[in-house]
């Protein structure tokens, strides 16, 4: 059975004392999860010690940052490696965001260069895809998709590449107010598992996690977490308030 995640993406958000505080307060609320349920906390770079620390009795709670580069070592100042985070317990790692892809200029080359160090060191990626606003008007979203699969995801063997977690993200419906209909995200995501069945077979397809990422919050997750091919959220603005962040959740668990 496929794994059902919920992940935080904390972004530039939150100082050290009220990172630890929302912690706290998601893991006061008692959430009671499955064998195959999930939560990954995705702190910015300076919290990821202490946030392990807060969850290291919480089986079903993960850690995960928020990015690493693409070289194994070297001299490239303020950037972090893959190496770094296993070093220091980190088990999942957010990698091609829209916003990295956007602001730093991260093409499929450089995600695939970060994907293969991700595995290398252990780490499960959480690998982001998905269209502009400008692509969706002009519906070619599948094969732009597509595209992202292929240059970053697809040179690997199937016994790593099972090991990926894949998150979509309507780029349009992140922090503009619109989300994407049930029907759209499912439709999505179904697409992306047939890509991944015709690329790896359907048994490793099946397998696969694929989480919707745009602008999911308490008031829509249960619809969407109810598309048989949407395997949980990562979450920007909603995971910053903890009873937001619970329901959503709670909605994975219904």
Not at 7 to 14: I, S, V
Not at 87 to 108: A, D, L
Not at 127 to 141: I, N, S, W
Request: net charge negative.
């Amino acid at each position: 059975m496929r794994k059902k995640i919920v992940a935080a993406n904390w972004k530039m958000n939150l100082t050290l004392q009220e990172g630890e505080t929302l912690i706290n307060d998601i893991l006061a609320a008692g959430l009671r999860l499955k064998d195959e349920k999930r939560v990954v906390i995705a702190t910015p770079f300076p919290y990821l010690v202490k946030a392990k620390s807060l969850l290291k009795n919480y089986p079903h709670f993960y850690i995960g940052a928020q990015n690493c580069h693409q070289q194994k070592s070297g001299a490239f100042t303020g950037e972090v490696s893959a190496q770094m985070l296993q070093s220091i317990g980190v088990e999942y790692v957010i990698i091609g965001h829209s916003e990295r892809r956007e602001y730093f200029g991260e093409t499929n080359e450089m995600l695939a260069q970060k994907t293969n160090l991700a595995l290398g060191q252990g780490l499960i990626p959480i690998f982001c895809c998905g269209e502009p606003l400008d692509v969706r008007r002009q519906e070619r979203q599948n094969e732009y998709v597509e595209v992202q699969l292929k240059e970053s995801l697809f040179h690997l063997p199937a016994e790593q590449f099972q090991k990926v977690v894949i998150a979509y993200e309507p780029i349009w419906a992140i922090g503009t107010g619109l989300t994407a209909s049930s029907a759209q995200a499912q439709e999505m995501h179904a697409h992306i598992r047939s890509l991944l069945a015709q690329q790896y077979g359907e048994d490793i397809a099946t397998g696969i996690s694929i989480l919707y990422g745009g602008s999911c919050k308490p008031s829509n997750a249960a619809e969407l977490f109810a598309c048989p091919d949407v395997d949980g959220g990562l979450i920007g603005g909603a995971s910053l308030v903890a009873q937001d962040f619970v329901a959503i959740v709670q909605a994975l668990q219904a």
